[in-house]
């Protein structure tokens, strides 16, 4: 069964840190680009971070760039986004998603979602 499952989303305070993960089941994770993307309440869905299949390109939104952090771990089939100095416009749902090409291109999997809410 093709699964991604987000985890590790949480309420924080303004500056705090948070580091989301994503599960993947009945893929292999090294053989696709991860994407993770945010949706707040009455916006637009934004993509904040990519990775390509070979991590040799990375991007971020220029509203994360310097505080989030795009990872994997092929051994344990897990991506991760480390994000630190986390601010109120953080607060939103994270998703994260799987493509067969690369960054820039589409996405075909995605996780659930989980909450990250910043405040004090």
């Known amino acids: 069964q093709l699964q991604l499952v987000e985890s590790g989303g949480g309420l924080v305070q303004p500056g705090g840190s948070l580091r989301l993960s994503c599960a993947a089941s009945g893929f292999t994770l090294r053989n696709y680009a991860i994407g993770w993307f945010r949706q707040a309440p009455g916006k637009e869905r934004e993509e904040v971070s990519c990775t390509s299949i070979s991590d040799r390109t990375t991007m971020y939104a220029d509203s994360v760039k310097g505080r989030f952090t795009i990872s994997r771990d092929n051994a344990k089939n897990t991506a991760y986004l480390q994000m630190n100095s986390l601010k109120a416009e953080d607060t939103a749902v994270y998703y994260c998603?799987?493509?067969?090409?690369?960054?820039?291109?589409?996405?075909?999997?995605w996780g659930q979602g989980t909450q990250v809410t910043v405040s004090s």
């Open positions: 998603a799987l493509g067969n090409i690369g960054c820039g291109y589409e996405f075909t999997y």
